[in-house]
Antibody, heavy 124, light 109 residues
Framework: QVQLVESGGGVVQPGGSLRLSCAASGFTFSSYGMHWVRQAPDKGLEWVAFIQYDGSNKYYADSVKGRFTISRDNSKNTVYLQMNSLRAEDTAVYYC?????????????????WGQGTMVTVSS | QSVLTQPPSASGTPGQRVTISCSGSSSNIGSNYVYWYQQLPGTAPKLLIYRNNQRPSGVPDRFSGSKSGTSASLAISGLRSEDEADYYCAAWDDSLKVVFGGGTKLTVL
């Protein structure tokens, strides 16, 4: 079945770095754009970043631009989120999500599959 | 605060019809599709409505979406206890970002 499994979360000090991974299975990963979305404790959803199916286009939320980098390895069916210069306000559950429609046509479409999330805590 | 505006809470009794509004601007809802996500307690979000008013397979037809101008709404008819969840609207913005509403907590009385 179609599945996304995030990993890499944990506790990190302010100013530190962390790399999240999202392993995909059950679909042709290389044909679909992918997103990262986060949710701070008891708060709403906040979009973080998007990467096109072939990695050629990447978009970021203003709150993470210049600090976070989204990337993908289609040979490993995995999307990554490299997080640098972490702040307390980056504390959240981070979800990866798959775009519903393949190729560039899906760039602006819905997120049809979500992972279970991985918790990132930024604290000294 | 969130770019898209939703009421923080909504409620209804079993069998009732409830609607949740989502207000945006010309650069997001006004020119792009609206999506709705349902998040049950302690779980990941789930796609409920896509492209303003389309339901993914498996989503009951009790759920419906609509859009007019820079606003959208989610309607739930025949309310059931299992509909108690947080509901989020979302849309792409012309600035190449995805924007979410702040979420609406639905309580089934």
């Amino acid at each position: 079945q179609v599945q996304l499994v995030e990993s890499g979360g944990g506790v990190v000090q302010p100013g530190g770095s962390l790399r999240l991974s999202c392993a995909a299975s059950g679909f042709t990963f290389s044909s679909y754009g992918m997103h990262w979305v986060r949710q701070a404790p008891d708060k709403g959803l906040e979009w973080v970043a998007f990467i096109q199916y072939d990695g050629s286009n990447k978009y970021y939320a203003d709150s993470v631009k210049g600090r976070f980098t989204i990337s993908r390895d289609n040979s490993k069916n995995t999307v990554y989120l490299q997080m640098n210069s972490l702040r307390a306000e980056d504390t959240a559950v981070y979800y990866c999500a798959k775009v519903a429609v393949s190729s560039v046509a899906g760039n602006f479409d819905a997120f049809d599959i979500w992972g279970q999330g991985t918790m990132v805590t930024v604290s000294s | 605060q969130s770019v898209l505006t939703q009421p923080p809470s909504a409620s209804g009794t079993p069998g009732q019809r409830v609607t949740i509004s989502c207000s945006g601007s010309s650069s997001n809802i006004g020119s792009n599709y609206v999506y709705w996500y349902q998040q049950l307690p302690g779980t990941a979000p789930k796609l409920l409505i896509y492209r303003n008013n389309q339901r993914p397979s498996g989503v009951p037809d009790r759920f419906s979406g609509s859009k007019s101008g820079t606003s959208a709404s989610l309607a739930i008819s025949g309310l059931r206890s299992e509909d108690e969840a947080d509901y989020y609207c979302a849309a792409w913005d012309d600035s190449l970002k995805v924007v979410f509403g702040g979420g609406t907590k639905l309580t089934v009385l």
